[in-house]
């Protein structure tokens, strides 16, 4: 199977030597992804709700780029370094879906790469 690299003006360039998207046949495997705006290089990290949905936004402009939309969405892994702000996490993150969930685990880290406080993952198929 052919593996394609995916990736979009309308996220951030990666930081380390990675891919923002691998597609192998019609699934694709997402980097995870912090609230680096692409055009200005700086990280949201005022609010978490507004971080959370820039990482969101950073996963949709990948998605589009393969084609896909969040409903394609079967798995995410969010890491953040507080529990504490779950349910901010979940309100944001929430907006981005239409009420069929895909599968998730959450953890807490000590911390992310650029000081984030959120980082998300995703795999999404066809």
């Known amino acids: 199977m052919e593996k ?5 003006a ?5 930081i380390g030597p990675y891919s923002p998207g691998v597609l192998i046949g019609n699934t694709l495997y997402t980097s995870g992804q912090v609230a680096k705006d692409a055009t200005t290089g700086q990280m ?3 609010d978490i709700k507004a971080e959370t949905t820039k990482v969101m936004q950073n996963l949709l402009a990948i998605l589009q780029a393969a084609g896909m939309d969040f409903t394609n969405v079967v798995k995410t892994t969010i890491y953040c370094t507080d529990l504490g702000n779950f349910a901010a996490i979940n309100e944001a993150y929430g907006a981005f879906f239409t009420g069929n969930y895909p599968a998730r685990e959450t953890v807490q880290v ?3 790469p650029l000081n984030a406080n959120v980082e998300i993952s995703v ?3 066809k």
Do not use: E, G, Y
């Not at 309308?10 to 990666?14: A, E, F, L």
């Open 123 to 125: 795999v999404a198929v």
């Open 110 to 112: 000590v911390k992310l």
């Open 10 to 14: 309308d996220s951030p360039t990666p």
């Open 4 to 8: 394609k690299i995916i990736s979009s």
């Open 44 to 46: 949201i990290q005022h």
